[in-house]
């Protein structure tokens, strides 16, 4: 999962491009990338750590041009982690940067293909240099041929065909030199894109509320499937290049996207409430009493509300988060993840003691979190505590974008409802159904970590060698630490 942000103006874009990464820079915290154009050449900075600390005041002054793109990186492939910061650059046929939001579960086979058929060697292990390596032949392949005369229809030739042999979610931003701004998302819609319109130019990111944030109107999904390139002339192109059934992340709507954004018309904090309400039907059914509900902070305390509202209880706040800690489960290594925990949330004793309390969280992936949470509210004298998780059990792993890396370490994979409360040291482990989940979100959803279906040509061959490149990849990473 990472954030992704494209403008195309008649200003400097670095600002806007700058500020933006500000707003999705709880989709990736291990590191950024800004690449610009000014018609004549290439400006780029990026780096590991948070964009808040990356850019220097210089940085904005060097990064000139009115088309560029940014990137917030967080990591699910890849062994070198400060060679796979994106965006990354291509000089043939032009000078095209491109990012992306997503995973290609065949990457490793593209890969190998580029170099042995094109003697294009890659200079990192993210997936989306393939991807831009893809569509620069084929942009080169289609200038050869000269069967397509308009610049658009060449454009959107080189993204179909690229588009046909990626296996896997993208949601991708490219700018190309002298040409214009690019865009392209799978057929499925896994990840999100949004597209905005403003009096100087146009956007495209993963948010609509960072959009929103800089000004934009007229904003819209880029649609599965979907290619939209826009002219120098400030011209827009686009055209729907492939069809399928869409099937979107759930885990957007769930954990990754920002409350105040809108996915596919669904509001993300709507659809939480509503995932409150569909996870009380559950728990009512149980007819366990509690005295208080408290919300894991922060992206549980929407649905926290709703489901507190339904079965009649109050609501508090009895976890404080330290602000300054950032994303826990988008941490690279479990060992980044519990020191950061230790710092990130603590009880608030008068709020939690001698109470049964329904702690609601969004999500248990590997269990560790919640133990160590559930630890903290019994140390300051919780009576009882029942978790409550807006999201089913997860048991398989993501192969678009979402770092679950194998199924040996999700805790619902090998481990029943009891194995799990005993691990986590709960009274009780409670989930909401899968058609609550889809009542909820009111969208075709892709609940591949939920059911093992997956919406792409994923088979369990594929499966295995997912499995064990990317645990190669992250033992190599914590041993390099």
């Known amino acids: ?56 005041k210089q940085d904005i002054l060097d990064l000139k041009g009115k088309i560029g793109i940014g990137h ?50 890659m200079t990192s292990g993210c997936d989306v240099e393939v991807i ?8 080169v392949q289609d200038m050869k041929q000269k069967k397509l005369k308009e610049e658009q229809e060449i454009i959107f030739d080189a993204a179909k065909k690229t588009m046909e042999r990626l296996n896997g979610a993208y949601s991708t931003v490219g700018l190309i030199g002298g040409k214009g701004l690019i865009a392209f998302r799978d057929q499925y819609g896994l990840r999100p894109l949004v597209f905005g319109k403003r009096e100087d130019g146009y956007a495209f990111c993963s948010e609509s509320s960072v959009l929103e944030m800089l000004g934009y109107k007229e904003i819209r999904d880029v649609q599965p499937g979907e290619v939209i390139f826009i002219d120098m002339g400030y011209n827009v192109h686009s055209m729907i290049v492939l069809k399928s059934t869409p099937a979107h992340c759930m885990f957007e709507w769930v954990y990754f996207s920002r409350p105040d954004s809108t996915i596919q018309g669904r ?67 479990q060992e980044d ?13 008068s709020e939690v003691e001698g109470k049964r309390i329904a702690m609601v969280d969004d999500s248990l992936v590997r269990g560790t979190v919640s133990k160590r949470i559930i630890k903290m509210l019994r140390e300051a004298g919780a009576k009882e505590v029942h978790l409550l998780l807006t999201c089913p059990e997860i048991k398989f792993p993501c192969y678009y974008g979402i770092d679950m890396q194998s199924r040996k370490e999700l805790i619902a994979a090998h481990k029943d409802n009891n194995e799990i409360t005993a691990e986590v040291g709960a009274d009780s482990v409670t989930y909401i159904t899968h058609d609550g989940l889809m009542k909820a979100i009111e969208k075709p959803l892709c609940m591949a970590c939920l059911t093992g279906q997956y919406p792409t040509d994923i088979n369990i061959k594929t499966i295995e060698e997912l499995e064990r490149k990317r645990i190669e990849d992250h033992e190599l990473i914590a041993k390099n630490k």
């Open 1 to 56: 999962m990472c954030g992704v942000i494209g403008i195309i103006s008649t200003q400097d874009v670095v600002k806007d491009i700058h500020t933006a990464l500000f707003g999705i820079l709880h989709r990736g915290q291990d590191a950024s990338g800004i690449m610009t154009f000014d018609g004549e050449r290439i400006h780029l900075k990026k780096g590991p750590g948070m964009a808040s600390d990356l850019y220097t």
């Open 132 to 139: 831009l390596h893809l569509f620069a032949n084929e942009l």
């Open 267 to 333: 509001s993300v904090y709507d659809a939480r409430l509503d995932l409150g309400r569909e996870l009380a039907k559950v728990w009512i059914r149980k007819e366990k009493e509690v005295d208080v509900v408290i919300p894991v902070p922060d992206t549980s305390r929407t649905a926290a509300l709703s489901f507190a509202q339904s079965i009649g209880k109050p609501y508090s706040e009895g976890l404080l988060k330290n602000r300054y800690i950032h994303r826990t489960f988008i941490m690279m290594t």
């Open 72 to 121: 917030t990186r967080y990591p699910t492939i890849g062994d070198t982690p400060l060679d796979d910061i994106q965006p990354f650059c291509v000089n043939i046929p032009y000078t095209i940067g491109m990012c992306h939001n997503g995973n290609i579960a065949n990457y490793y086979d593209l890969r190998k293909g580029l170099k042995q058929k094109f003697d294009r060697h």
């Open 337 to 349: 993840r519990d020191k950061a925990m230790r710092l990130k949330i603590t009880p608030i004793r």
